[in-house]
Structures are given as structure tokens and as C-alpha cells.
């Protein structure tokens, strides 16, 4: 490497997102130490993206470093949790000061963006891996998890579901569509705007949830494997964007496609009210897509008027949204 490790660290690992009072050491030292407020617990994730594997080479460090970001607030998001801390271990080839330059001006403005500060990591050369843990501060005891639906609650998804699998298969040349549909498409796949907000309005509200990384029916099962119950969704009502339906989107890219960091809950029918106009204050949508039918642990889908399980792979032309 040109610069020393310790440069990289100085220049560009440094000071960067919204300094806490109760960050006690940041970077700098052998670790760092933060002190947790009374009555608050700590949630604690980590994320690794592998070139080539979790990213596609020729994305921008500016876009590589939100995105690095955004996926780990979205599991602070799924907690209910509110994003405090980060640290970094990165892992590159050689020490280019103008993708670091652009990789950390944008990791700190995002950062600032979420009220979030890196206190430390790790530097290394080797093949381009980015490792992020974030950490944030949840009320004692009333994280948002994944065991809680009950059978009778109602299931919501945020926002559009599909964009980001529906520009990945257009990338790969499996379908075509105009560059004004691809730029829409790809903001979802390359910049994803974490629920973080959405998140902490759900505690107390959610008896599950999860964030929607590799895709609806995938995590879904995570949530009635975890509450040992069946959970039904109606395929119709499964929200996608306007683009998404003009571009020629298919409804197994919005069941099956990850990567749409959209926030999927549980909730008692009796919150509905308070749910909808909570999310109306803050923007974006909230759909109701189905419910928890009864004890078990599958994911069903119901399309005009008949269920099938979801894990038996129906799907493809039967929910096919353009036929
Ligand atoms: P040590 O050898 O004791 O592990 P390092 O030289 O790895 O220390 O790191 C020195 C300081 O810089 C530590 O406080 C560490 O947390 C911080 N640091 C190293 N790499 C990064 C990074 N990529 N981002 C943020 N902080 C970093
Ligand atoms: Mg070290």
C-alpha cells in the first residue's frame, strides 16, 4: 500500500458520523468504549459484502458505502432499535486515496444522516471486503423479534416489494426495459432507504418483525418458524412500484427477489388505526398483505381464493403479474 495503515486510519476512518456524549473512546485505541443509558440495551449486528458476491465490481464507493450502511440499519430497524455505533473492517487490495476519499465522505455523511459514529475497526489488504457491525440502544426488553406473531394478528410489509430482484434480472439481460425504468429500478438495488424511523414507531406495536433481505416468502418463514405459526399471505395484495409493473415485473420477483429492505410485521388487528396513522406522519406506505391463520410454521399464499404453501415452490405463472 502507498499509505501506511495508520494514514488510512487518520485520513479516512476518522471523526466520521455524529459524535456521541456517551461514546466514552473512539478510534484510536485498543477498543472502544461506549456506556449503555439505564433502561436501554444494546442490539448488536454485523454485515459483510464481498465483491463480487454481495455487489457488483463496478459500483461506486459512494454507493458501496451506503449500502454497506443502509443493510445494517435495516436489521436496527427490524429490532426497533436506534442506531448509535458502527465499527469497520475493511479489507482491500491496494490503498486508492480517491476511492477511500469517496467511500468515506459518503459513509459519513449517511452516518450524520442516521445519527450514527464509527468508534473503530480494522484494516487489511487482501481481496475488497467491507465488514460493517452497527450497534443501537432498544428500551429494556422490548426489541422487536422475531417470535412474537400470534395467530389472529395481521401481517404489513413497507412500502414496494421487487424493485431491486426485477434490476437485477434487466442487469443480467433476462428482460428489457427503458434506461428511465432501469435508473428507477436500480435506485432500489443500489441505495436502499433503511425503515429506521418506521423501526422504533413499531415497539409495542409489532409482535414480529424482519427485515426483508432475501425476499418476502424467505424471511417470512423466518418469522413463523421463530412464532410456531402459519402465516397466510394474499398474493394480490403484495405492493410493487409503478415502475416495477410498467417495466414488466413479475410477482415471484416480489416473493421470491431480496434485497428491498422493507420492514415485514405482525401486529394485533386491533392496532390497525394507530399503525396507518403513524406511518402517514412519516411518509411512505404500509400494507396490509395477510394474517396468522393458526399454530404451525409455514408460510402459505392465497390467490384467487385458494391457498398453497409457499415452500412447495408454486408461484412463477400462477402469480404471474402480467398475464
Ligand atoms: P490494533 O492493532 O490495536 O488492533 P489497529 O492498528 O488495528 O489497532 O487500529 C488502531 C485504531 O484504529 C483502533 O482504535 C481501531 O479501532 C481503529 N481502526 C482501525 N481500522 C479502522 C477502520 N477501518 N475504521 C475505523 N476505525 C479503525
Ligand atoms: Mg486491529
Same mark, same amino acid.
Given at each position: 500500500?502507498?499509505?501506511?495503515?495508520?494514514?488510512?486510519?487518520?485520513?479516512?476512518?476518522?471523526?466520521?458520523?455524529?459524535? *456521541?456524549?456517551?461514546? +466514552?473512546?473512539?478510534?484510536?485505541?485498543?477498543? =472502544?468504549?461506549?456506556?449503555?443509558?439505564?433502561?436501554?440495551?444494546?442490539?448488536?449486528?454485523? &454485515?459483510?459484502?464481498?465483491?463480487?458476491?454481495?455487489?457488483?465490481?463496478?459500483?461506486?464507493?459512494?454507493?458501496?458505502? %451506503?449500502?454497506?450502511?443502509?443493510?445494517?440499519?435495516?436489521? !436496527?430497524?427490524?429490532?426497533?432499535?436506534?442506531?448509535?455505533?458502527? @465499527?469497520?473492517?475493511?479489507?482491500?487490495?491496494?490503498?486508492?486515496?480517491?476511492?477511500?476519499?469517496?467511500?468515506?465522505?459518503?459513509?459519513?455523511?449517511?452516518?450524520?444522516?442516521?445519527?450514527?459514529?464509527?468508534?473503530?475497526?480494522?484494516?487489511?489488504?487482501?481481496?475488497?471486503?467491507?465488514?460493517?457491525?452497527? !450497534?443501537?440502544?432498544?428500551?429494556?426488553?422490548?426489541?422487536?423479534? %422475531?417470535?412474537?406473531?400470534?395467530?389472529? &394478528?395481521?401481517?404489513?410489509?413497507?412500502?414496494?416489494?421487487?424493485?431491486?430482484?426485477?434490476?437485477?434480472?434487466?442487469? +443480467?439481460?433476462?428482460?428489457?426495459? #427503458?434506461?428511465?425504468?432501469?435508473?428507477?429500478? +436500480?435506485?432500489?438495488?443500489?441505495?436502499?432507504?433503511?425503515?429506521?424511523?418506521?423501526?422504533?414507531?413499531?415497539?409495542?406495536?409489532?409482535?414480529?418483525?424482519?427485515?426483508? #433481505?432475501?425476499?418476502?416468502?424467505? &424471511?417470512?418463514? *423466518?418469522?413463523?418458524?421463530?412464532?410456531?405459526?402459519?402465516?397466510?399471505? &394474499?398474493?394480490?395484495?403484495?405492493?410493487?412500484?409503478?415502475?416495477?409493473? =410498467?417495466?414488466?415485473?413479475?410477482?415471484?420477483?416480489?416473493?421470491?427477489?431480496?434485497?428491498?429492505?422493507?420492514?415485514?410485521?405482525?401486529?394485533?388487528?386491533?392496532? +390497525?388505526?394507530?399503525?396507518?396513522?403513524?406511518?402517514?406522519?412519516?411518509?411512505?406506505?404500509? *400494507?396490509?398483505?395477510? %394474517?396468522?391463520?393458526?399454530?404451525?410454521?409455514?408460510?402459505?399464499?392465497?390467490?384467487?381464493?385458494?391457498?398453497?404453501?409457499?415452500?412447495?415452490?408454486?408461484?412463477?405463472?400462477?402469480?404471474?403479474? @402480467?398475464?
Amino acid at each position: 500500500m502507498t499509505m501506511s495503515e495508520f494514514e488510512i486510519i487518520k485520513n479516512y476512518c476518522s471523526g466520521i458520523g455524529t459524535q *456521541h456524549s456517551d461514546t +466514552r473512546l473512539g478510534v484510536g485505541d485498543d477498543a =472502544a468504549i461506549i456506556s449503555v443509558p439505564n433502561g436501554y440495551e444494546l442490539a448488536i449486528s454485523v &454485515d459483510t459484502m464481498v465483491a463480487g458476491v454481495h455487489f457488483l465490481p463496478d459500483l461506486s464507493p459512494q454507493l458501496l458505502a %451506503r449500502k454497506l450502511l443502509a443493510v445494517n440499519l435495516s436489521d !436496527m430497524a427490524a429490532m426497533g432499535a436506534s442506531p448509535r455505533w458502527a @465499527t469497520l473492517a475493511l479489507t482491500m487490495a491496494n490503498a486508492d486515496e480517491a476511492w477511500l476519499a469517496a467511500f468515506s465522505e459518503s459513509l459519513d455523511s449517511m452516518a450524520k444522516e442516521y445519527g450514527v459514529e464509527l468508534i473503530g475497526g480494522d484494516t487489511t489488504q487482501g481481496p475488497l471486503t467491507l465488514s460493517l457491525q452497527i !450497534m443501537g440502544l432498544v428500551p429494556s426488553d422490548r426489541a422487536l423479534k %422475531r417470535s412474537g406473531a400470534q395467530v389472529g &394478528d395481521d401481517l404489513f410489509v413497507s412500502n414496494c416489494l421487487g424493485d431491486a430482484a426485477l434490476a437485477l434480472r434487466i442487469l +443480467r439481460g433476462e428482460l428489457h426495459c #427503458s434506461d428511465e425504468q432501469l435508473a428507477e429500478l +436500480r435506485r432500489g438495488l443500489d441505495n436502499p432507504q433503511p425503515q429506521v424511523s418506521l423501526g422504533q414507531k413499531l415497539l409495542g406495536i409489532a409482535t414480529a418483525a424482519i427485515d426483508v #433481505s432475501d425476499g418476502l416468502v424467505a &424471511d417470512l418463514a *423466518h418469522i413463523a418458524e421463530a412464532s410456531k405459526v402459519d402465516i397466510e399471505v &394474499d398474493v394480490e395484495q403484495v405492493p410493487v412500484s409503478q415502475t416495477f409493473v =410498467a417495466a414488466g415485473g413479475d410477482m415471484s420477483d416480489a416473493l421470491y427477489g431480496g434485497d428491498d429492505y422493507q420492514l415485514l410485521f405482525t401486529t394485533p388487528t386491533d392496532y +390497525r388505526n394507530q399503525l396507518l396513522k403513524i406511518y402517514s406522519d412519516t411518509g411512505g406506505s404500509l *400494507h396490509k398483505i395477510g %394474517r396468522v391463520t393458526k399454530a404451525g410454521g409455514a408460510v402459505f399464499l392465497r390467490s384467487a381464493d385458494q391457498a398453497y404453501p409457499a415452500a412447495r415452490g408454486f408461484g412463477f405463472e400462477h402469480f404471474s403479474h @402480467t398475464d
